[in-house]
């Protein structure tokens, strides 16, 4: 069993998601997987700039064979996809920035989103080529976003709508309020790990 971990902690050893994605790669390590780990904060994903795209489009879509310039600037991007393919399960750990996924978290997705790869057209839509493979998403945030404020959730909810498109069966943890409850902290995290733990006893 091969798993990925994706983690993009920039806080370091300050970083709560850092607290989750750590113990997430210790169960999968307790369960003998073999694990990768591709930090985000050191190893940027590039972005679908103008030419990027363009060559990209070109490849993807249209079937050109690509060389030379074109060719080189996909480089980083079919790294990253070729990395996801591999693995059997991924771990995604990142703390939610205003509402959402931070951009390096995104661009890691565009680049690996990838038409002929990780989906593509179907009849009648379309199919994710990573089907029977399993992701579990975690992430931390100093607000709780439930109830009446869920719909300014645009974090959890874009990871997995991300994920599943491509054909994973995904799970979330999240480790909500942390800054709005301070004396819940470690409560908080604790739950957190929990939920982790019974994750990967039916994801390995």
Known sequence: MKALIVSYCPRGE???TKQLVDYAAGVLKSKKASVEVLDLAKEVPDFLLPDRL?????????????????????????????????????????????????????????SVMQKGKTWDFAQGGYAGLMKGRKALVLSTSGGAYEGDLASMDHSISLSKLHLSFMGYTVEAVTGAGINRYPEREQDILGAAKAQIMEIMARFV
């Open 14 to 16: 300050r970083s709560r």
């Open 54 to 110: 363009a060559s990209y489009y070109r490849r993807n879509y249209m079937g050109e064979k690509l060389a030379g310039k074109d060719l080189a600037q996909l480089k980083k991007m079919d790294q990253m996809t070729d990395q996801l393919m591999k693995a059997d399960i991924v771990v995604i750990g990142y703390p939610m920035y205003n509402f959402s996924q931070p951009a390096v978290v995104k661009g890691w997705f565009d």
